[in-house]
């Protein structure tokens, strides 16, 4: 908005010469691409691609020092959920050490072979399911930074992840 009122007031102003006329059009230029850039809506990531990247256990207990996963100190082993549009995560943590113990999630409309493959794809991970994949069966999946999802579809096609953490020391 201000930008848009500071412009005509510089056009208004009579440049002495062309190089005051051409920093007043650069002038303008910046102005309109910083509120074009800062006016833009920026779209969340997709937490079901990104899942396994965010909740790797050294991402998680980063977020948790940092303050962004907020943690009640006065309770030793504590859950945390986050619920977005697409999935809900449970963090189990332990407060005193700042870590992560393990995590639950839940997706939503992972309820096929053909989706659960996708996804894998998209999420750079590997399916270990010990049999011929056939999405209806318990799997596991070796997530990029070498943990281990523990899954399993639900009847209400919800796919259900879990994982342990052993580094919280």
Known sequence: M???SLCPALFVFRPSNHTDMKIIYQACAFLMLLFIFQSCAFPEPNHQDSFFALCASDVVNLQIKKGNLKIDKSVPIQTIDKTYDDLVIVYKVDTQKNCV?????????????EKILNWAQKSKVTIN?????????????LGQF???????????????????YSNCK
């Open 129 to 141: 399911s010990g049999v011929l994949f056939d999405g209806q069966r318990p799997f596991s999946i």
């Open 101 to 113: 113990l393990s995590i639950k999630a839940v997706f939503k409309n992972l309820n096929s072979k």
């Open 146 to 164: 070498g943990g281990l999802f523990q899954c399993k579809p639900m009847s209400n096609g919800f796919l259900k992840v879990e994982a342990t």
């Open 2 to 4: 201000v930008m848009f």
